[in-house]
């Protein structure tokens, strides 16, 4: 039961850093000269053979 409380917190704590990083930059001066310059696009990752 520890263990779920503790990967449910986990993941809400990993939300909240997500939305806030990302509020912040778009909030940001050099977050609107990015979004200004490259448009706002979602960055698609490749996955690496590393792992």
Do not use: P, T
């Given at each position: 039961?520890?263990?779920?409380?503790?990967?449910?917190?986990?993941?809400?704590?990993?939300?909240?850093?997500?939305?806030?990083?990302?509020?912040?930059?778009?909030?940001?001066?050099?977050?609107?000269?990015?979004?200004?310059?490259?448009?706002?696009?979602k960055?698609?990752?490749?996955?690496?053979?590393?792992?």
């Amino acid at each position: 039961m520890a263990i779920l409380v503790w990967i449910f917190s986990m993941l809400i704590l990993y939300f909240v850093i997500y939305f806030a990083v990302k509020d912040g930059i778009d909030k940001s001066e050099v977050g609107k000269l990015i979004i200004k310059k490259y448009g706002d696009q979602k960055i698609e990752r490749e996955m690496d053979d590393r792992f």
